[in-house]
């Protein structure tokens, strides 16, 4: 030990004291506690101040009874339903982080240069917007709204990119219970302001699909299902060949196939053919394990993952939300001619069982889409050195090239803490939406597994069956980061 | 190559800077850019609007369809805290928010200091596993710390709503980056003249980490404004309800009534927004210091 060493001891002993206590009392105990009562058949009905019947010892058995339950399952399916609006968010947070900074780059080149012209013709716009309203006779609502929106084009090209940002930063700001009301209040199915909106809309929409023949939907319904299955093969294809390539590891090959075909599983399961899809699994099933013995025993490259690693992963499951997206679009347009032959009417969003889940992700990517991960983005595209864009424009590189080229690659590590964080995020989350907005239900429909552990601990008291819910989930977040931080491989560090 | 082409062209971009006809050229693009953006801004804005505008409607017009209110009936705010102890729920809400921001601002420092300045042996390894704890998550602690606040009896109390949250490893972690930042040459000369920890920490070390500071007093105030599910288990009696709990009350027993709940909501809003409004070039750098992992 070092002389000055051994004096800095005692003084930082002391400055650690304060909080280093509440982090042993109110963190490391409580975690050793939960696990402790997770092997016990802890419950508050029996084990309380007035009624002190002491818990027992059970092992295993709570976990294996989480394991059992049905429900269980169906709340974890929820939690994966809801994360699904995850990477749209990310998506839309980095293409307004992109917007923004070019918006800024303009602000720094116009620095000392008068603002007038772009002044005048915001204001103009402005104008002529609130003249238009006014003039088409419309009452009160529009031309407010109108003006609304020319007023924050006029402080726009006044303030730059920084009221955009502020605007875009505040539902994530304010975003709790009192946000989940007003929504609540939005998406109320007769007085609420989106389905008096959706409305009229829907009028038109169900007109038109009745003067078309309802063989056409049935048609667009069926190449959204083959558009599924051709990216589903055409990405495999990549994925493949990148593998053969060494680009990606096994295991980035193994996963990024899983989420791809996940979706086309979900169909033939969907379909009734629970053999085919039965015998396809299983096939794949002894493919992967093949892969898997080979790469490990063999090659030894298991874990040989590089930078390019994550970002297919990313890529596979970007590709998988586009998957489901579509497969949502082939169910509605294949019902849509029926549906219509009455009329549409809008859903009834929070209280119907199949509308509760999307409900839910609209508001959460409204909420998600301008938060910190937009200004770590911008962050991030500020430390691009612009010079590399302007090399590539000399040669000849389109604004796309450069952006899976450039952008997306100087970002990856950016993306992988926001993809991280998420996750943490979204596999504990809904809770509160859940208990504001919907108690978990129409039948359990949001029922996340928080909310799950919240009606299980404090609504029946079963404080041992609870427990062995966070850790569950303890675990499989543990899991998830970890393989995300080994997909980033060595290059982040 | 990158480097020759960007020479070559570093000139030219720097005159298309400065040259006003280039400026001028580049109107439309800009401009399509500003229509785009303050359209997004927009419809990120609209559930706002509708708040508050719901929000002044009368009881006639509450169920017509438009959202313009026929008169302005600023009197649906001063009904919310007639129909409820509104009030009261602000004072609890900030009373606790303001002693889990002192106390974890104070605990973090110190812990800061002691883990980015002081040299005791096994600092580092110590930080590592101290770091450890931020991955566990909070849902994980919640049951035993309120089997925890039940032996204590501090179920229902203020004191229960704020010890759990006054100690966090993540303000530790933050301040840190910060006080990395500060050379230490700075405390070394302090301390030749004679200065103790003490000193050092409050009038050298604290005044430099001010950014830091204030990030973390905006992060920890509005998490423990925001807070809903601890204070919804420890709280029982209404005159204890913490803002999110109290507004979760009055959807419940006047949910019915769009007009006073907008009004709530809008109230509960507005700390945020002036927190956020005033405080916001502090929150970037915040942000950024966060995100970069140890």
Avoid at chain 1, 186 to 208: E, V
Avoid at chain 1, 227 to 241: D, E, K
Avoid at chain 1, 245 to 268: C, K, M, N, Q, R
Avoid at chain 2, 107 to 128: I, K, M, Q, V
Wanted: with cysteine; net charge neutral; charged share 10%.
């Amino acid at each position: 030990m070092k002389p000055n060493q051994r004096r800095d001891l005692l003084p930082g002993i002391i400055f650690l004291m304060p909080n280093i206590l509440g982090v042993l009392g109110f963190v490391l105990f409580p975690v050793v506690f939960s696990l402790y009562m997770s092997f016990t058949n802890w419950d508050i009905r029996f084990h309380n101040a007035f009624r002190n019947e002491t818990a027992h010892w059970v092992g295993l058995a709570q976990y294996a009874e989480l394991l059992q339950e049905e429900d269980a399952w169906r709340f974890f399916g929820n939690t994966l339903f809801l994360m699904l609006g995850i990477p749209p968010a990310i998506i839309g947070s980095l293409l307004l982080a992109v917007l923004l900074q070019k918006l800024a780059r303009e602000r720094q080149r116009f620095a000392g240069s008068s603002n007038g012209s772009l002044l005048l013709s915001g204001a103009l716009t402005g104008a002529a917007l609130v003249l238009a309203a006014l003039l088409s006779g419309g009452r009160g609502t529009p031309l407010f709204l109108l003006s609304c929106f020319a007023g924050i084009l006029f402080l726009g090209t006044l303030a730059w990119d920084r009221l955009y940002v502020a605007l875009f930063y505040l539902p994530n700001f304010t975003a709790g219970v009192a946000t989940f009301v007003l929504w609540k209040k939005l998406y109320h199915p007769q007085t609420g302001p989106i389905n008096a909106a959706l409305s009229p809309l829907l009028d038109i929409l169900s007109q038109f699909v009745q003067a078309l023949p309802s063989a056409s939907f049935q048609l667009a319904s069926l190449l959204a299902l083959a558009l599924i299955h051709l990216i589903a093969a055409h990405h495999f294809y990549r994925l493949n060949a990148a593998f053969i390539s060494g680009e990606i590891d096994t295991l980035g090959f193994i996963v990024g196939a899983a989420l791809l075909l996940l979706v086309p599983g979900y169909l033939l399961h969907l379909n009734g053919f629970p053999s085919a899809s039965l015998g396809i699994f299983g096939i794949l099933v002894a493919f992967l394990i093949g892969l898997l013995v080979r790469a490990h025993f063999i090659e030894r490259r298991l874990f040989r993952s590089n930078e390019a690693n994550g970002s297919h992963l990313l890529f596979c499951s970007l590709l998988m939300t586009a998957q489901w997206i579509l497969l949502g679009s082939a169910l509605v347009l294949s019902h849509l001619p029926e549906w219509s032959a009455d009329g549409l009417v809008p859903p009834n969003w929070l209280t119907d069982y199949h509308w509760a889940k999307p409900a839910l992700i609209i508001m959460g990517i409204w909420m998600t889409i301008g938060s910190s991960n937009m200004i770590l983005y911008l962050a991030g595209l500020t430390t691009i050195d612009r010079q590399l864009y302007e090399a590539a424009e000399v040669d000849g590189a389109t604004g796309m090239t450069c952006f899976w080229h450039i952008t997306i690659p100087h970002l990856t590590p950016i993306t992988v803490f926001i993809v991280v964080m998420s996750m943490i995020a979204g596999l504990q989350g809904g809770f509160e939406m859940a208990r504001t907005m919907t108690y978990g239900g129409p039948a359990g429909a949001t029922t996340t597994l928080s909310y799950y552990l919240y009606s299980a601990g404090f609504e029946q008291g079963r404080f041992g069956y609870a427990s062995a819910i966070a850790w569950v989930l303890f675990m499989m977040l543990f899991a998830a980061t970890i393989a995300v931080i080994r997909s980033r491989g060595s290059h982040a560090r | 190559m990158h480097a020759r082409n960007s020479e070559r062209l570093a000139s030219p971009t720097r005159r298309r800077a400065t040259s006003p006809s280039a400026i001028n050229k580049r109107l439309p693009a800009r401009f399509a850019l500003h229509l785009l953006l303050s359209a997004l801004a927009f419809t990120m804005a609209l559930p706002f609007i509708w708040m508050v505008l719901t929000s002044l409607k009368s009881v006639e017009d509450i169920n017509e369809p438009g959202w313009m209110p026929t008169l302005l009936n600023f009197g649906n705010y001063l009904e919310v805290f007639e129909v409820i102890s509104f009030a009261r729920f602000y004072w609890n809400s900030i009373f606790i928010a303001c002693w889990i921001t002192f106390l974890q601002v104070l605990t973090s420092s110190l812990a800061a200091y002691s883990f980015s300045r002081l040299h005791w042996p096994g600092r580092d390894t110590c930080f590592l596993l101290y770091l450890g704890t931020m991955m566990l998550p909070a849902l994980v602690m919640i049951i035993p710390n309120y089997q925890i606040m039940v032996s204590l009896g501090l179920v229902d109390t203020f004191v229960g709503l704020v010890l759990p949250a006054a100690f966090s490893p993540f303000g530790t972690f933050l301040l840190r980056q910060f006080m990395l930042g500060i050379p230490e040459s700075l405390d070394e000369a302090a301390k030749i003249d004679g200065a103790n920890h003490w000193t050092v920490f409050w009038d050298i070390i604290m005044p430099l980490t001010r950014p830091g500071l204030i990030a973390l007093t905006i992060f920890t105030f509005v998490a423990a404004f925001q807070n809903f599910f601890w204070p919804l288990v420890m709280l029982r009696s209404v005159h204890n309800y913490t803002l999110p709990v109290g507004l979760l009350y009055f959807d419940s027993i006047r949910g019915q009534s769009t007009h006073l709940l907008m009004a709530a909501v809008t109230l509960s809003v507005v700390p945020m927004v002036t927190v956020f409004v005033t405080l916001q070039r502090h929150l970037v750098e915040g942000i950024q210091a966060g995100s970069i992992k140890g």
